[in-house]
């Protein structure tokens, strides 16, 4: 008799352990308190790409840790995404099964909106004094008809970095390039003048000089900066629809192709057509330049400017005098990142709570310097760009970062000389049909041999002078214009949007 209680006793230890490993974590969680007792904590479920692996510890889970430390309400659970399935595939596999986490970031704020993942913060960022403080070119990204569907995760800038002692050789008059090209100082024309000025490729000893790395960012960006009306946002986006057949548009498609001409080569991606392909280019670009990759070049001091975001780390150890820039006329590209909170989520305050301390509020940033201070033979160190506006909190972050002229770039779009044009990829409804996807139905019996266009080769090859901008103009008639702004519109009605 003894020997069956024992045996009952074991199991129902068992099964009550079992059921325990089984609860629904989304419940309130008993959590022992360190005076005795168990108080209650919400338990918030938090999907991030960037969780990297336990031993490595990052700067991610660390912050984590150091909430759940913290918090006498919430406790963090990490979502790691399931290898071998792409990201949005594994949320939509998790939303099926009504499990999306209640903080997660995400590729496309409209996308997420659209399939009914996002919860409307309007009015929970209404009572967040500190909302304000996140820069207002990320708060407008995904803010739609006044209301507000994201937070901003992670922002870097992209833009120009200058070699000033090599562009120093090549300005007239004694003008100093460090003064010149400042971040914000400059304008597209003479920018363009000093690149095309660049050009020293007569040389087959590897010391050839060019001016610019290549032209394929340019059009995200140029018709931007050509704007003196300041309307024009990322690629030809005017915050109502695409200008495809706007002057801007081709004035901007008329100087890239002329500086991405092949047989000018006036950046080190324009290769003439007789050098070959593969092989035979990085051949003839190690011949003249020394190295067949465009950041060898730049490092190597033969380059004058290129194109490229803040997330570049391989300038800080350059021996000549460099500087993160804007693009011309006072422009610079926000790629930024962003995460939003499950419309299903039980707890939305605390889901907030948590989203605001991994982001922007000054708590968890301060928490992040004490993390990376604390724990010096980590090499942890900020991503990015601040997501807060408060000065001591941005001046502490640039403390970090070696990169020249990046700060200088931050402060300037503070005080409004310089503008940000946020990437549209990630928050623009539309914007990945409209820039690269939608099928054109437009041929050409010399480029890619009589294939079908998708708006994206299409614009590619008028950037590259296989299609002539004359073309160009032809081809985008004001009937296929309106026809890819009309999947805009289904896009922007998707969301219960007006357009």
Same mark, same amino acid.
Request: glycine residues 8%; charged residues 20%.
């Given at each position: 008799m003894k020997k069956i209680n024992l045996l009952l006793i074991l199991f129902l230890a068992v099964l009550a352990l079992f059921v325990g490993s089984c609860t629904n974590k989304d419940d309130d969680s008993e959590i022992v308190d360190p005076s005795g007792g168990t108080v209650k904590k919400t338990v918030i479920k938090y999907c991030h790409w960037g969780f990297g692996t336990e031993e490595d510890n990052n700067l991610v889970r660390r912050r984590v840790e150091a909430f759940n430390k913290q918090s006498q309400t919430i406790r963090v659970e990490i979502v790691i995404p399931v290898d071998g399935s792409s990201y949005d595939d594994f949320l939509m596999t998790m939303a099926a099964a009504g499990e999306l986490p209640d903080v997660f970031m995400v590729n496309s704020v409209p996308k997420a909106v659209?399939? /009914? !993942?996002?919860? =409307?913060? $309007? =009015?929970?960022?209404?009572? %967040? $004094?500190? !909302?304000n403080n996140v820069p207002e070119s990320l708060r407008s990204s995904i803010t739609y008809n006044d209301h507000v569907y994201a937070v901003p995760a992670g922002q870097y800038y992209m833009g120009l970095f200058a070699n000033y002692d090599l562009i120093d050789n090549y300005l007239k008059g004694g003008v100093d390039a460090a003064?010149? *090209?400042?971040?914000?100082? *400059?304008?597209? %024309?003479? !920018?363009?003048?000093?690149?095309?000025?660049?050009? =020293?490729?007569?040389?087959? %000893? @590897?010391t050839g000089v060019i001016g610019m790395n290549a032209v394929g960012d340019m059009i995200n960006w140029l018709p931007s900066s050509l704007d003196k009306t300041n309307k024009i946002q990322h690629f030809v986006w005017n915050g109502k629809r695409f200008e495809f057949t706007s002057d801007l548009m081709i004035q901007a498609l008329t100087l890239i192709s002329q500086l991405g001409d092949k047989n000018q080569q006036y950046v080190f991606d324009s290769v003439p057509a007789t050098v070959g392909e593969g092989e035979e280019v990085q051949e003839y670009r190690s011949v003249i330049f020394g190295a067949g990759d465009a950041?060898?070049? *730049? $490092?190597?001091? /033969?380059? @004058?400017?290129? /194109?490229?975001g803040s997330w570049a780390n391989s300038f800080e150890n350059v021996d000549f005098n460099y500087s993160f820039v804007s693009y011309p006329d006072a422009k610079v590209v926000a790629a930024s990142d962003y995460m939003c909170i499950s419309k299903a989520s039980k707890n939305p305050e605390a889901a907030y709570e948590v989203a605001k301390f991994m982001t922007f509020?000054?708590?968890?940033?301060?928490? $992040? *310097?004490?993390?990376?201070?604390s724990n010096p033979d980590a090499k942890l160190s900020v991503t990015g760009l601040p997501l807060n506006n408060t000065k001591t909190l941005s001046d502490k972050w640039f403390s970090y970062i070696k990169m020249k002229g990046l700060k200088e770039t931050f402060d300037k779009v503070n005080s409004g000389d310089i503008k940000v044009i946020v990437e549209g990829n990630k928050s623009v409804p539309g914007f990945l049909d409209a820039r690269y996807n939608f099928q054109t139905g437009l041929s050409f019996e010399e480029v890619r041999g009589g294939a079908l266009l998708s708006i994206g080769d299409f614009i590619w090859d008028v950037c590259g002078g296989a299609i002539s901008v004359n073309d160009y103009i032809t081809s985008m008639t004001e009937a296929l214009s309106n026809a890819i702004n009309d999947e805009v519109k289904k896009a922007f009605e998707a969301m219960g949007l007006t357009y």
């Amino acid at each position: 008799m003894k020997k069956i209680n024992l045996l009952l006793i074991l199991f129902l230890a068992v099964l009550a352990l079992f059921v325990g490993s089984c609860t629904n974590k989304d419940d309130d969680s008993e959590i022992v308190d360190p005076s005795g007792g168990t108080v209650k904590k919400t338990v918030i479920k938090y999907c991030h790409w960037g969780f990297g692996t336990e031993e490595d510890n990052n700067l991610v889970r660390r912050r984590v840790e150091a909430f759940n430390k913290q918090s006498q309400t919430i406790r963090v659970e990490i979502v790691i995404p399931v290898d071998g399935s792409s990201y949005d595939d594994f949320l939509m596999t998790m939303a099926a099964a009504g499990e999306l986490p209640d903080v997660f970031m995400v590729n496309s704020v409209p996308k997420a909106v659209i399939n /009914q !993942w996002a919860l =409307d913060l $309007t =009015d929970i960022v209404k009572k %967040d $004094t500190e !909302w304000n403080n996140v820069p207002e070119s990320l708060r407008s990204s995904i803010t739609y008809n006044d209301h507000v569907y994201a937070v901003p995760a992670g922002q870097y800038y992209m833009g120009l970095f200058a070699n000033y002692d090599l562009i120093d050789n090549y300005l007239k008059g004694g003008v100093d390039a460090a003064e010149k *090209f400042a971040t914000g100082n *400059f304008t597209t %024309d003479e !920018w363009l003048e000093v690149v095309k000025s660049m050009k =020293d490729i007569n040389h087959m %000893d @590897g010391t050839g000089v060019i001016g610019m790395n290549a032209v394929g960012d340019m059009i995200n960006w140029l018709p931007s900066s050509l704007d003196k009306t300041n309307k024009i946002q990322h690629f030809v986006w005017n915050g109502k629809r695409f200008e495809f057949t706007s002057d801007l548009m081709i004035q901007a498609l008329t100087l890239i192709s002329q500086l991405g001409d092949k047989n000018q080569q006036y950046v080190f991606d324009s290769v003439p057509a007789t050098v070959g392909e593969g092989e035979e280019v990085q051949e003839y670009r190690s011949v003249i330049f020394g190295a067949g990759d465009a950041v060898s070049v *730049f $490092t190597n001091g /033969q380059m @004058g400017f290129i /194109q490229e975001g803040s997330w570049a780390n391989s300038f800080e150890n350059v021996d000549f005098n460099y500087s993160f820039v804007s693009y011309p006329d006072a422009k610079v590209v926000a790629a930024s990142d962003y995460m939003c909170i499950s419309k299903a989520s039980k707890n939305p305050e605390a889901a907030y709570e948590v989203a605001k301390f991994m982001t922007f509020g000054e708590a968890g940033i301060n928490e $992040t *310097f004490n993390i990376i201070d604390s724990n010096p033979d980590a090499k942890l160190s900020v991503t990015g760009l601040p997501l807060n506006n408060t000065k001591t909190l941005s001046d502490k972050w640039f403390s970090y970062i070696k990169m020249k002229g990046l700060k200088e770039t931050f402060d300037k779009v503070n005080s409004g000389d310089i503008k940000v044009i946020v990437e549209g990829n990630k928050s623009v409804p539309g914007f990945l049909d409209a820039r690269y996807n939608f099928q054109t139905g437009l041929s050409f019996e010399e480029v890619r041999g009589g294939a079908l266009l998708s708006i994206g080769d299409f614009i590619w090859d008028v950037c590259g002078g296989a299609i002539s901008v004359n073309d160009y103009i032809t081809s985008m008639t004001e009937a296929l214009s309106n026809a890819i702004n009309d999947e805009v519109k289904k896009a922007f009605e998707a969301m219960g949007l007006t357009y």
